[in-house]
C-alpha cells in the first residue's frame, strides 16, 4: 500500500516552470519584435535616415530571449529535478514566471 505525500509531483512542477518561462519569454520576444517591425515599416516611409535607429528595440527583444533561456537552463539543471517537496516546486514555479 503506497501513500501518495505530494512529494512526487514536486518535480512536474519545477519542470512545468521552466516550460512555460520558456514559452511566455519568447512570446514577448515575438510580441516585441513584431510590434518594432511595424515601427521599422512605418519610419522607413517617414523618415528613412532614422531606420537603423529603430532597430535598437528588436535587439533588446531578443536579448530578453536569451535572458528568458538562460532562466530556463539555470532551473532545468540546478533545482527541477532535484526538489524534495511540493513546496518548493511550487515556488520554483510561480517564481520563475515571476521572474
Known sequence: MSTFSGDEMAPFFGFLDAATTLVFSYMG??????????????????????????????????????????????????????IPHIFLGDSLLWGGNGG
Open 29 to 82: 520576444v515575438s510580441y516585441g519584435t513584431t510590434k518594432n517591425g511595424v515601427g521599422v515599416a512605418s519610419m522607413g516611409v517617414m523618415r528613412l535616415e532614422l531606420v537603423m535607429k529603430s532597430i535598437v528595440p528588436a535587439v533588446m527583444a531578443r536579448v530578453l530571449g536569451i535572458y528568458g533561456l538562460i532562466i530556463v537552463v539555470i532551473i532545468s539543471t540546478d533545482g527541477a529535478h532535484k
